[in-house]
């Protein structure tokens, strides 16, 4: 491979996991993860619970440690260096499933607490910013609220404009949906498939097989630990390979 | 038709049936009870005052005491002089300034030891663990005179005592320090350090409105602690150093010159203060443990640092769960400083509501007297930390 190519590919990839594992004590987690994720690339993370895709996605800004192989995410590589860990988690936004917001914070605030004290920007500049992420996920009326006054899709999408307002350049989706009443799932996912459009990099964990279909670029299945089998949607969801794929997926779409 | 029959129905049901007229009733049975035994013990106990020819009344207060005091902070005492008013008044300092010191010290000892609790280190975990399950489990009083009588009292004596440095010593009659005493020319240190203490109000103003301007973050703390640290010092400077120090030295049967702190207040302070904070340390672990970890993980994924998660995300959530614990831990702990009679601390119960009450007989006003001073702290103590409280907890919403 020539040295034009090398930095050509490097630019292009948002993040590169190469023959990473993972141990829980002696509970082999992840097993010789290798992944790469191209920039802009939609990613959608399925299999069945305790495969291991939250700790593969939570790994990727360090909230959990792998112990084995490597993890480089935009460029930087993740190691016990803190400075790069904070430079990596800058850089990558995460939705989590049951949204985290800071419930003693208004719905701004949340918006504006990294922005401010993070990256240093003034006050009025973040609150306008978080306005306007905020009118992004449609509740701009709620921004002088607290968490805990709005509905679960309500506090997921701030959760999403929250992460948004630190621009990152990739985002990390820990089931978004998996803790919602089935009327908001789609106000969520509406949300993530607009963010998708504009081209942002997303990796998601999910089961909701119709927004895979709609906006992933590849779907993975894992299952024990292991990255059984990845595709496009199509590919995927017609002519699974492996008999693990197949059985989940007639579960998932029995029950869908 | 129908609606006259169902009038005919209610009429019919018997009152005491009814659950309000009941609650009635009951309410003011109660409040006869009350009334009733109160009126009987009070007519009793008159009856029998005026039979053994005890005087009630608050006339003993202007009396001479006629005895001595160990320990007596801002007041001069005089055995042959002062009354047991001021023998109330010193009981009450000297209960406020252990009470006080103690709560400093618990809180500072409890926040140390609830946060390492938490720690992932085993060794500091442990100690920390040892050290709440121990002190916890062992009564207070006999704490007090573990302190008092196996710690404080088998230090060497006077003659021999220990000293760190030339100017401080620690023997069997507690530790003696050296001693500031101002001259003229000294008021310019305390309103230095007063203006510190505004400029730093200020400078925190100046720094929030700073931030929230240009986004720059500003070392309020540090610059704060040098304020309060270097006008003080310049202030001293400029008066030429406006006071003298009194050293501790030694005399033929004692320690003259210097402060000196007795071993009863250090016993009291220290067994107070170290029981206290073992409790005070499990709050605030459960305080921290409250807030679920997925605020951490929030944080941490928008690039915040641990130092600042715990101030802007962890702290302002577990003080809402540790506050109102806290405040019954300062109660108890004020209420506990009477035990000081067990090690003979000069306290308002072991002087007023033990000397005085055994030199003048006048049991019942000493008892209220004690009584009402203790319930006036608590309240006040609880009134503040409600206010504080309140202040907190509507942030949530």
């Known amino acids: 491979m020539s040295e034009a190519a090398m930095t050509q590919t490097d630019i292009d990839v948002a993040i590169q996991l190469i023959g990473m594992h993972k141990w829980y004590g002696e509970f082999h987690v992840l097993k010789d993860i290798n992944l790469t994720v191209e920039r802009g690339e939609k990613i959608v993370v399925c299999g069945p619970s305790g495969s291991g895709k939250s700790t593969m996605i939570r790994c990727i800004n360090r909230l959990e440690e792998h112990q084995q192989g490597q993890i480089i995410v935009d460029g930087i590589e993740l190691t016990n260096d803190v400075k790069k860990i904070d430079e990596i988690r800058r850089e990558v936004g995460m939705v989590f499933q049951h949204f985290n917001l800071f419930p003693h914070l208004t719905v701004l605030e949340n918006c504006t607490l990294a922005p401010i004290w993070v990256r240093k920007t003034p006050k009025a500049e973040a609150e306008a910013t978080a306005m306007k992420f905020l009118e992004r996920v449609k509740i701009p009326e709620q921004a002088m609220k607290y968490p805990g006054q709005l509905s679960g899709g309500q506090q997921q999408r701030v959760a999403i404009a929250r992460s948004l307002c630190m621009n990152p350049r990739i985002m990390l989706f820990d089931e978004p949906t998996s803790a919602l009443d089935p009327e908001m799932i789609s106000e969520v996912l509406d949300t993530m498939i607009s963010l998708a459009e504009e081209g942002m990099t997303m990796i998601c964990v999910t089961h909701e097989m119709g927004f895979a279909k709609t906006v992933a670029d590849r779907v993975l299945f894992m299952d024990a630990g292991e990255i059984i089998e990845q595709a496009p949607p199509q590919e995927f969801f017609e002519n699974p390979q492996s008999e693990r794929t197949q059985l989940f997926l007639s579960q998932i779409l029995h029950n869908g | ?397």
């Not at chain 2, 320990?71 to 001069?76: A, F, H």
């Not at chain 2, 060497?156 to 320090?177: A, E, H, K, T, Y």
């Not at chain 2, 270097?230 to 009194?246: C, K, Q, R, W």
């Not at chain 2, 033990?354 to 006036?376: K, P, R």
């Open chain 2, 1 to 397: 038709m129908t609606a006259e029959a169902a009038d005919l129905e209610v009429a019919k049901i018997n009152k005491f049936r009814d659950p309000r007229i009941r609650a009635i009733f009951y309410q003011i049975l109660v409040i006869v009870l009350i009334v009733g035994f109160v009126a009987y013990v009070g007519h009793n106990t008159a009856v029998n005052l005026e039979k053994r020819g005890i005087a009630s009344g608050f006339n003993f207060l202007s009396q001479p005491a006629g005895f001595g005091i160990g320990i007596v902070l801002l007041m001069d005492f005089d055995s042959q002089t002062s009354t047991h008013l001021d023998v109330l008044l010193i009981g009450i300092i000297n209960t406020l300034a252990v009470s006080i010191s103690g709560i400093f010290l618990a809180t500072i000892i409890g926040f140390i030891f609830g946060v390492l609790r938490l720690s992932k280190n085993w060794v500091v975990n442990k100690i920390a663990a040892v050290y709440i399950e121990v002190i916890r489990n062992i009564p207070l009083l006999v704490q007090l005179m573990f302190w008092y009588f196996a710690v404080l009292s088998v230090l060497p004596l006077v003659g021999d005592s220990m000293s760190i440095g030339n100017n401080f010593f620690v023997n069997n009659r507690g530790v003696n320090f050296p001693a500031m005493i101002p001259s003229t020319g000294f008021w310019l240190i305390p309103v230095a350090l007063l203006v510190a203490i505004v400029a730093s109000v200020l400078v925190r103003n100046w720094a929030h409105k700073r931030q929230d301007l240009t986004g720059q973050i500003f070392p309020v703390f540090w610059v704060c602690l040098g304020l309060i640290i270097v006008l003080p010092v310049i202030a001293s400077l400029i008066m030429g150093n406006p006071f003298t120090m009194s050293y501790p030295e030694f005399g033929r049967f004692s320690i003259t010159g210097g402060w000196s702190l007795e071993p009863e207040f250090l016993a009291l302070l220290l067994g107070l203060s170290i029981y206290t904070g073992a409790f005070i340390a499990e709050i605030v672990r459960s305080g921290i443990n409250a807030v679920s970890h997925g605020q951490t993980e929030a944080a941490h994924s928008l690039g915040i640092r641990p130092g600042l998660t715990t101030r802007l995300v962890i702290l302002p959530q577990a003080l809402r769960v540790i506050v109102p614990p806290l405040t019954s831990q300062y109660l108890n702990l004020t209420k506990n400083s009477s035990l000081a009679t067990a090690i003979g601390y000069a306290d308002i119960t072991a002087l007023f509501a033990g000397t005085s009450l055994n030199q003048t007989g006048q049991a019942i006003e000493c008892i209220m007297i004690t009584m009402l001073f203790y319930l006036s702290i608590s309240l006040l103590i609880s009134m503040f930390m409600n206010w504080y409280n309140k202040r907190i907890a509507l942030v949530e919403r």
